[in-house]
């Protein structure tokens, strides 16, 4: 099972940006999605990024605002967050899993701990 880390989250103003980190102990034949909650809200799924560093998939929310790339030989993953607004606020987590992605939580055997990201207006 691969340790995951996030870093990166803060507190911002609405429009604008901000780079999450996840580190993790390998990334060898992994996929990750990145995922967030709010305070009473399920888990809901962000994006995914193969192996090959595309994004396979993309929630209607953050489409055109969030992008994700990666680095392999620092095992390191990236969310790139523009044009942040209030309902972005939540605790980002990212997770990985072999054999593709998945926009289910309940498909991503690791996670990290979570950065929490606060948007006002």
């Known amino acids: 099972q691969v340790q995951l880390v996030e870093s990166g989250g803060g507190s911002v103003q609405t429009g604008d940006s901000l780079r999450l980190s996840c580190a993790a102990s390998?990334?060898?034949?992994?996929?990750m999605g990145w995922f967030r909650q709010s305070p009473g809200k399920e888990r809901e799924f962000v994006l995914t990024?193969?192996?090959?560093?595309?994004?396979?998939d993309v929630a209607d929310s953050v489409k055109g605002r969030f992008t994700a790339s990666r680095d392999n030989a620092k095992n390191t993953v990236y969310l790139h967050m523009t044009n942040l607004r209030p309902e972005d606020t939540a605790i980002y987590y990212c997770?990985?899993?072999?054999?593709?992605?998945?926009?289910?939580?309940?498909?991503?055997?690791?996670w990290g701990q979570g950065t929490q990201v606060t948007v006002s207006s």
């Open positions: 997770a990985a899993k072999r054999g593709g992605t998945a926009r289910a939580p309940k498909n991503y055997r690791s």
């Open positions: 390998t990334l060898s034949d992994y996929h």
């Open positions: 990024i193969n192996w090959d560093g595309d994004m396979t």
